[in-house]
């Protein structure tokens, strides 16, 4: 297999983008990702692209031909990939495999959802889980994350201030990054007192409905050089991925995701680092309660502590005695345009390996050079973990 | 989506569910292949209980649009006493359910499709002596 480096990055504004179309955002974002790597169209081999369902939030499938058409870029072979919200890491996946390969020395590979022209998005969203035996009765999306962290709380006594504390951070986070959703900082207090969606979780435990696009390019090792500096190109040294029951209720266990064990297990194993070497990470949480389950199931600390680490804020950026996690604000404050998601968690880590001017005000330390993304689909039943480097090695 | 409620009328009418012959687990809803045994796996049709404790559970304050008349509801994850879990809605009020609380299966009315009208029907479950 061969090393592949990421050259380039571009995204959107994640949002309510009422005056971009789908083909508007995924062009604007792949764009700037070929402009970042000095690349030209004529360059790529490929396209990748992550979206969970353009079919029910536009009423439009077929996308891979649709973007290719839309970039200029016909007649490259492009190709969509879905996985639920982990739809974007599994089309990045796909990409580093045909390069490492051998096949494809530069290819495309984007993510993006255009979530807010439909009217029912929580019935939209609800299709991540099992239509028939999980939707069917009534469980939305939010609630099986509730009934995660009802159980957690039951299991390891974590409180609701807690709990709480993460979305203070991820606002935190997101009111220094120009590209975030929410620019607002928040309390504990306001969290708690939000409108209940699905309890215990409230609006501010919840990622927002979000527009959105990101594109990364990557690229052959070798063949990178053609096109930009050492600095500027980041290694993926793992690319892995896992799956569970795509019912909640089918697990032995709701307050670990197994495949995130899993795949980050292998992950580290292909990078060949182990946790504490880790500085920076963009972990998955489309509710608060899965932030805390990843830092427990990628290793940073053991089962029923993430509550108490979050709570004395030592994932946010400025404290050096733990890594730093989700610097962009992450999906609960940059937002969660589904597709894009996997996508922008690893831009993010992109940016910040390499000590980017996008990450002005929110720079995290970078003692080792490595960071991670996990990613996940549905309630677990796809998770796909990325890590990092900005050494050769 | 007529066909597609006739075809779970057995599990969700009857709590249906198989049985592995080979390692005696029990699954709901019913599964053809044994995770566990895969090729040497023997699946058989097993009737559950209905009896369970909960095993977790939400207040839905923010409902799917069949659901809308409902809120707020409970909904759970209740483990049967024969191992399986399952998710439904618990027929009470939302100050009442706790984690462990006894609860039997009943069945009843889930959701009207709005566009074609068609009434779904299958298992809730309600607290043990209400
Ligand atoms: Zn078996």
Same mark, same amino acid.
């Given at each position: 297999?061969?090393?592949?480096?990421?050259?380039?990055?571009?995204?959107?504004?994640?949002?309510?983008?009422?005056?971009?179309?789908?083909?508007?955002?995924?062009?604007?974002?792949?764009?700037?990702?070929?402009?970042?790597?000095?690349?030209?169209? @004529?360059?790529?081999?490929?396209?990748?692209?992550?979206?969970?369902?353009?079919?029910?939030? +536009?009423?439009?499938?077929?996308?891979?031909?649709?973007?290719?058409?839309?970039?200029?870029?016909?007649?490259?072979? &492009?190709?969509?990939?879905?996985?639920?919200?982990?739809?974007?890491?599994?089309?990045?996946?796909?990409?580093?495999?045909?390069?490492?390969?051998?096949?494809?020395?530069?290819?495309?590979?984007?993510?993006?959802?255009?979530?807010?022209? +439909?009217?029912?998005?929580?019935?939209?969203?609800?299709?991540?889980?099992?239509?028939?035996?999980?939707?069917?009765?009534?469980? /939305?999306?939010?609630?099986?994350?509730?009934?995660?962290?009802?159980?957690?709380?039951?299991?390891?006594?974590?409180?609701?201030?807690?709990?709480?504390?993460?979305?203070?951070?991820?606002?935190?986070?997101?009111?220094?990054?120009? !590209?975030?959703?929410?620019?607002?900082?928040?309390?504990?207090?306001?969290?708690?007192?939000?409108?209940?969606?699905?309890?215990?979780?409230?609006?501010?435990? &919840?990622?927002?409905?979000?527009?959105?696009?990101?594109?990364?390019? =990557? &690229?052959?090792?070798? %063949?990178?050089?053609?096109?930009?500096?050492?600095?500027?190109?980041?290694?993926?040294?793992?690319?892995?991925?896992?799956?569970?029951?795509?019912?909640?209720?089918?697990?032995?266990?709701?307050?670990?995701?197994?495949?995130?064990?899993?795949?980050?297990? @292998?992950?580290?194993?292909?990078?060949?680092?182990?946790?504490? %070497?880790?500085?920076?990470?963009?972990?998955?949480?489309?509710?608060?309660?899965?932030?805390?389950?990843?830092?427990?199931?990628?290793?940073?600390?053991?089962?029923?502590?993430?509550?108490?680490?979050?709570?004395?804020?030592?994932?946010?950026?400025?404290?050096?005695?733990?890594?730093?996690?989700?610097?962009?604000?992450?999906?609960?404050?940059?937002?969660?345009?589904?597709?894009? /998601?996997?996508?922008?968690?690893?831009?993010?880590?992109?940016?910040?390996? @390499?000590?980017?001017?996008?990450?002005?005000?929110?720079?995290?330390?970078?003692?080792?050079?490595?960071?991670?993304?996990?990613?996940?689909?549905?309630?677990? *039943?796809?998770?796909?973990?990325?890590?990092?480097?900005?050494?050769?090695? | 989506?007529?066909?597609?409620?006739?075809?779970?009328?057995?599990?969700?009418?009857?709590?249906?569910?198989?049985?592995?012959?080979?390692?005696?687990?029990?699954?709901?809803?019913?599964?053809?292949?044994?995770?566990?045994?895969?090729? %040497?796996?023997?699946?058989?049709?097993?009737?559950?209980?209905?009896?369970?404790?909960?095993?977790? !559970?939400? =207040?839905?304050?923010?409902?799917?649009?069949?659901?809308?008349?409902?809120?707020?509801?409970?909904?759970?994850?209740?483990?049967?006493?024969?191992?399986? %879990?399952?998710?439904?809605?618990?027929? &009470?009020?939302?100050?009442?359910? !706790?984690?462990?609380?006894?609860?039997? =299966?009943?069945?009843?009315?889930?959701?009207?499709? *709005?566009?074609?009208?068609?009434?779904?029907?299958?298992?809730?479950? @309600?607290?043990?002596?209400?």
């Amino acid at each position: 297999m061969r090393d592949v480096v990421i050259i380039g990055y571009g995204q959107t504004k994640f949002g309510e983008l009422w005056e971009s179309s789908f083909r508007d955002i995924i062009v604007e974002a792949g764009i700037k990702a070929i402009e970042d790597a000095n690349i030209d169209g @004529k360059d790529l081999d490929a396209i990748y692209v992550g979206n969970m369902s353009g079919g029910l939030f +536009v009423g439009q499938e077929h996308i891979s031909s649709l973007i290719a058409d839309y970039a200029g870029l016909t007649p490259l072979p &492009c190709t969509r990939v879905e996985a639920a919200c982990a739809s974007g890491s599994l089309a990045l996946r796909s990409a580093y495999l045909s390069v490492a390969s051998g096949h494809h020395d530069v290819v495309l590979v984007g993510g993006v959802e255009k979530m807010t022209d +439909v009217v029912d998005a929580t019935s939209a969203i609800a299709t991540a889980a099992d239509q028939e035996w999980e939707a069917f009765f009534g469980a /939305t999306f939010p609630s099986l994350y509730a009934m995660m962290a009802r159980r957690y709380m039951y299991e390891y006594g974590l409180t609701i201030e807690e709990l709480s504390m993460w979305s203070v951070i991820a606002h935190d986070h997101g009111s220094r990054n120009p !590209y975030a959703q929410f620019r607002f900082k928040t309390t504990v207090e306001q969290v708690i007192n939000a409108p209940p969606v699905a309890e215990p979780l409230t609006l501010m435990h &919840c990622s927002p409905v979000s527009d959105g696009a990101a594109a990364l390019i =990557v &690229c052959d090792a070798e %063949r990178a050089k053609d096109f930009v500096s050492r600095d500027d190109m980041i290694y993926i040294r793992a690319s892995t991925q896992a799956s569970d029951t795509i019912s909640l209720h089918s697990r032995e266990s709701i307050t670990t995701l197994k495949a995130a064990k899993v795949a980050s297990e @292998k992950a580290y194993k292909m990078a060949g680092v182990t946790p504490d %070497r880790i500085d920076v990470a963009e972990v998955h949480d489309c509710f608060a309660i899965n932030g805390l389950i990843l830092l427990e199931d990628l290793g940073f600390c053991k089962k029923g502590e993430a509550g108490k680490i979050v709570a004395q804020e030592r994932i946010k950026i400025d404290c050096e005695d733990f890594l730093t996690v989700n610097p962009s604000g992450g999906l609960k404050a940059a937002g969660h345009a589904l597709g894009a /998601t996997g996508i922008r968690q690893v831009g993010e880590i992109y940016w910040q390996l @390499k000590g980017d001017e996008n990450c002005r005000g929110r720079q995290a330390p970078i003692k080792h050079g490595y960071g991670i993304t996990a990613n996940v689909g549905g309630s677990g *039943g796809t998770v796909c973990v990325h890590i990092l480097s900005n050494n050769r090695r | 989506m007529v066909v597609r409620s006739w075809r779970h009328i057995k599990e969700r009418y009857c709590l249906i569910g198989s049985r592995c012959k080979t390692c005696g687990r029990i699954f709901f809803p019913s599964r053809n292949i044994c995770p566990y045994c895969r090729r %040497r796996g023997e699946l058989e049709e097993y009737k559950l209980s209905g009896r369970g404790k909960v095993y977790t !559970y939400s =207040v839905v304050h923010v409902p799917p649009k069949e659901f809308e008349r409902m809120v707020p509801y409970v909904i759970a994850i209740v483990e049967l006493e024969e191992g399986p %879990r399952i998710t439904a809605q618990i027929d &009470c009020k939302p100050e009442e359910v !706790y984690i462990g609380m006894p609860v039997e =299966v009943v069945f009843r009315r889930i959701k009207e499709d *709005g566009e074609d009208g068609i009434i779904h029907y299958g298992y809730k479950f @309600k607290p043990v002596n209400y």
